[in-house]
């Protein structure tokens, strides 16, 4: 089964090509800046030969010609033809309330998603011009969606809603959402699997840490609370996203430097978290860096990511009664050892003790890092969303297996 994995950006298409019953992945790539000047596909064969084509990648479709081209290409390509791509599995942000898993698309669909263009304004769009390029180009093969909200659609009312107007969550649909569905359901059942446990016996608390960053509570196999809100800016301090911030800061702060909700928007989700904490970067390893030559913010920092994540993983154990299982994942989570470290300091009340020495050879390996009597186990284990969307992809158009 040759499943095609796409993910939309409003300037990037990443994608990925399955041979899922062989467990192979036979090609994957990036196009970038697409509309932009200077854009190019960057695709890498099975080998792990890459090649780079540079040329006027004007629109998402003409990404996809790309990509679709050098598939099939002799020189590049696997596949002699087109027809041997079984399916094409997408990435789409935001399903609202409507989409609780992932779903074969169809027009009416497709109407649906476009209504929830307004929740996420930045994300579906390009995911949709995926879905369109492909029905254009190859219109016979069945396309999936696949949904970053629908893995919290277990959350439970008391959790997913606002203490504003009720009116308000009725007439506009304000409420916690949720993302990161897709890696917390994989990690999360990936980190039961190597444990030999029955997810829906389990209580699990997964924190996913890239430049995005959020953390799930996993009670019995299912989402019962996630610290993305409405938008992907609630919760956890990110790369250059504020998270958790009193809202009477901000209209003050918008008050203050006579700033509208675009320009506010742009603060607190382009300028602020790790950047502007340090003014230096959004990247931990920077970030890092400069903290141990003695860089005060960055220490700082290093100290406020590291803590909101506490936080967060004391509220989830609160709200589940309990904690079995503590996963890291993402790209600061499967490798910075002294997050893991920071994080899980002071948290042997809950039964959290990991094992130093472990944790210090850890990065981006499945590896269970805590202490062999600890009553939670603590584990790395590296996300793999592109997998999960080809797996829902197959079982969607062909059955479960
Ligand atoms: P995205 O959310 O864009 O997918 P990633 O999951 O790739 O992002 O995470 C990016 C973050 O991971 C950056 O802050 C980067 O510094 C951090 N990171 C990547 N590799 C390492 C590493 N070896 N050690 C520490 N941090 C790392």
Redesign the pocket.
Known sequence: MKILVINCGSSSIKYQFYSLGESRILAKGIVEKIGMKGSFLKHEKESGQKVLFEGEILDHKIGIEYILGVLSSVKHGCISSLDEINAVGHRVVHGGEEFSESVLITDEVVQTLEKFIELAPLHNPPNLKGIYAIKALIPEIPQVAVFDTAFHHTMPQHAFMYAIPYALYKKYGIRRYGFHGTSHRYVSNRACEILGVDPTTVKVITC??????SACAIKYGESVDTSMGFTPLEGLI??TRSGDIDMGAVSYIMDKEKIGTKSASVLFNKHSG?LGITGIS???????AAADKGDERCLLAIRMFDYRIKKYIGAYAAGMGGVDVLVF???????????RAGVCEDLEFLGVEIDSQINEGV??EERIISKEGSKVKVMVVP?NEELMIAIDTQNIVYGKK
Do not use: C, P, Q
């Open positions: 996913h840490l890239g430049n995005g960053a990110m790369g790790l959004s990247d931990s390893r920077e970030i890092r994942t993402g790209g600061i989570g499967e490798n910075s050892v002294s997050t990065r981006g996300t």
